[in-house]
């Protein structure tokens, strides 16, 4: 997938050591629309599944990954342009290792960056000292966190807020 001029991304393999399941709050504000669902993130070592749901509960998609090949459902209500299969992508950037992140990045470069909040990680296209895409979490802890992913190309903002179960 794109991810900016030049900087493609491959879906890195899942970790064999990680088991995750967490609801999510999801804003996506796309040049000044804005859009928000709930989420449930399934993360076992064989296998990832990502469900969207609209604020009153209907399923928006389906996306699950094995490691190997992504298998995506999505609702007609989210038109042509939407693809689920593109949130894998930020989410990895968001949660994985930055060195697992790397590994399958073509022309640039996830790293930790300064900034004012608790944690900041940006994507550099290989060349260039201006982010591509920016991650502010407001914890250390990366799955505890409040997030916000931003594209400047794509006039793209991405606000992650986990929901305590």
């Known amino acids: 997938m794109s991810l900016a001029r030049g900087v493609d991304y491959c879906l890195a393999p899942l970790q064999s050591d990680v088991n995750q399941s967490q609801t999510q709050q999801v804003s996506i504000a796309v040049q000044g629309e804005r859009h928000q669902l709930l989420s449930q993130l399934e993360i076992v070592p064989q296998q990832l599944t990502l469900v969207g749901l609209a604020p009153l509960g209907q399923a928006l998609f389906t996306v699950t990954y094995d490691g190997h090949s992504v298998s995506s459902q999505q609702s007609i209500l989210l038109g042509d342009q939407f693809k689920a299969e593109y949130l ?8 994985w290792a930055i060195e697992d992140v790397n590994r399958n990045l073509h022309g640039g ?3 930790s960056a300064d900034c004012d909040a608790v944690q900041c990680r940006s994507l550099y296209a290989n060349g260039s000292d201006t982010p591509q895409i920016e991650i502010r979490y407001d914890q250390q ?12 190309q794509a006039d793209l903002t991405l606000t992650i807020n ?3 179960e």
């Open 109 to 111: 470069q996830l790293r």
């Open 162 to 164: 986990p929901i305590a």
């Open 141 to 152: 802890s990366l799955w505890m966190a409040k997030v916000a992913l931003s594209i400047a």
């Open 88 to 95: 894998l992508g930020l989410l990895q950037l968001i949660y």
